[in-house]
Structures are given as structure tokens and as C-alpha cells.
């Protein structure tokens, strides 16, 4: 069963303060391959007060999952994202199911998924 789509968008990146302890706050992009071939993953990100970052590549074998972590530097070229409001739009080889989620620190926060839009 095809399980996904080839394109999704986060509108809603905002890398929240690491803390003190762990776990620490973070964002992360995680990645559902159910197909019998490899995910060709490509990002491009869109800033509030910048220009785009775009063509960062990724890649989830077949029929695993991939959590990606926004905090540290991402794909091939280890590309580190700034603070501040950006936006994901992903796009992909091969359906796929998409979910990014933030762990906040601050007082009475929680780990929580930001809601995404598939195409």
C-alpha cells in the first residue's frame, strides 16, 4: 500500500532555546519511506527576514524512517539553520509521510507536531 505524498509544507519553523538538561529543546523533521525505493529528499526553506535556502538534500532508504534534527546542520552540505520564523517545503521522489515536531524547555512546555500540508 502507498502510504504519503511527494510534497509537503511546515509553515510554522521557529527553532525554540536548547535549556539547560536534557532532552533539550529542539526541532525535528520526521520522514516515512514505505516504498520499495529510496527517498530522494529535497528542502527548501523560506525565511522571514532573508533569502530562501533551497536544494538542501536528504535521503530515507526504503521502507524506514528518518528523524531529521532541524538544531543540528542538515543534509549534504550540512547546512545549519539560523534562529528565527522559517518555513519547510519538502519534496520528494517517492510519496512519503512527513510530521515535524518541537520539544520546547520553556516552563510549561511540552514536545508537540506542527501541523503540516500535503499536496
Partial sequence: MELGKKTWVFA???????????????????????????????????????????????KVKARRVHCFRMDYPIGEEQFLIPKGQFAVILNSSV?????????????????YPVAGFSV
Avoid at 99 to 106: A, K, P
Fill in 12 to 58: 510554522d519553523g521557529d527553532l525554540p532555546p536548547q535549556g539547560e538538561v536534557e532532552p533539550l529543546g529542539h526541532e525535528a523533521l520526521m520522514i516515512v519511506n514505505n516504498t520499495e525505493e529510496d527517498a530522494e529528499i529535497t528542502l527548501d526553506l523560506l525565511f522571514e527576514d532573508q533569502e530562501p535556502k533551497e536544494g538542501i538534500k536528504l
Fill in 95 to 111: 510519496p512519503v509521510v512527513a510530521v515535524y515536531g518541537r520539544l520546547d524547555r520553556r516552563k510549561d512546555m511540552a514536545y
